[in-house]
T-cell receptor
Framework: EAGVTQFPSHSVIEKGQTVTLRCDPI?????LYWYRRVMGKEIKFLLH????????ESGMPNNRFLAERTGGTYSTLKVQPAELEDSGVYFC????????????FGPGTRLTVT | AQSVTQLGSHVSVSEGALVLLRCNYS??????LFWYVQYPNQGLQLLLK??????LVKGINGFEAEFKKSETSFHLTKPSAHMSDAAEYFC???????????FGSGTKLNVKP
C-alpha cells in the first residue's frame, strides 16, 4: 500500500511568488491534514479535511494560504503571495477515520522563500 | 488547550546506552499521547501511542513510554541504543476527536559508536 506522498519535495521561490504544494493521501482515507514546521520549531496544525469539506481550518495563518481537496482525493495548498516567514516544512497526513487514532504522515515539502 | 514540551532539542547517547527522551504535556481534558520518529528524508512514523488503556505502552523497535498523569509526562525510553535509532523524535497530544495533533518541538537523537 502506498503511503502519503507529497510533491514537490523541495521548492525555492522568491518573495511575492506563488507556490502550490500537493498531497496525495493513502487511498480510501477520508481525513486529510496539513501541518507546518517552521525553523525547527514545533509542528503546527493548519487544517483538516473530511473528504472534500474543510472540517477545521483554525490553524491557517492568514488568507494568503488556500487549501483545496477536489473530489475528496488529493489536496493542494497554495501560498499566494509567499512571504519570508512562510518558509518551513509542510507535512500532509491522512487517516481513515477519527477513531483510528493514528495519522499517517508524508515526507513533507521543504519550502524556502528568499 | 493542549500543548507539549520536549526537554532537550538534542540528546546524544552511546551505542548500547539507555535512551530517555522527555515529554511533558498540558491538556484540559484526558489526553491521547503519541511518539513519532522521523528519519532523514522520510515522513513521521508512529512509534507508539497511549489511548487510555495501559499506562506503560510498548512500541516498535524496542521503545516504550509510560503515561504518568500526576507528572503530566510521557517520556520515551529504550534500554539499549542502536546506531539506527539516530533520528528526530516528536511527542504529540490529541484529544477525543483526534482531528488535530499538538506536537512538541522535537528532539534529535544522536547515537555515538
Amino acid at each position: 500500500e502506498a503511503g502519503v506522498t507529497q510533491f514537490p519535495s523541495h521548492s525555492v521561490i522568491e518573495k511575492g511568488q506563488t507556490v502550490t504544494l500537493r498531497c496525495d493521501p493513502i487511498s480510501g482515507h477520508d481525513n486529510l491534514y496539513w501541518y507546518r514546521r517552521v525553523m525547527g520549531k514545533e509542528i503546527k496544525f493548519l487544517l483538516h479535511f473530511v473528504k472534500e469539506s474543510k472540517q477545521d481550518e483554525s490553524g491557517m495563518p492568514n488568507n494568503r494560504f488556500l487549501a483545496e481537496r477536489t473530489g475528496g482525493t488529493y489536496s493542494t495548498l497554495k501560498v499566494q503571495p509567499a512571504e519570508l516567514e512562510d518558509s518551513g516544512v509542510y507535512f500532509c497526513a491522512s487517516s481513515q477515520d477519527l477513531g483510528e487514532y493514528e495519522q499517517y504522515f508524508g515526507p513533507g515539502t521543504r519550502l524556502t522563500v528568499t | 488547550a493542549q500543548s507539549v514540551t520536549q526537554l532537550g532539542s538534542h540528546v546524544s547517547v552511546s551505542e548500547g546506552a539507555l535512551v530517555l527522551l522527555r515529554c511533558n504535556y498540558s491538556s484540559s481534558v484526558p489526553p491521547y499521547l503519541f511518539w513519532y520518529v522521523q528519519y532523514p528524508n522520510q515522513g513521521l512514523q508512529l512509534l507508539l501511542k497511549y489511548t487510555s488503556a495501559a499506562t506503560l505502552v510498548k512500541g516498535i523497535n524496542g521503545f516504550e513510554a509510560e503515561f504518568k498523569k500526576s507528572e503530566t509526562s510521557f517520556h520515551l525510553t529504550k534500554p539499549s541504543a542502536h546506531m539506527s535509532d539516530a533520528a528526530e523524535y516528536f511527542c504529540a497530544v490529541s484529544v477525543y476527536n483526534f482531528n488535530k495533533f499538538y506536537f512538541g518541538s522535537g528532539t534529535k537523537l544522536n547515537v555515538k559508536p
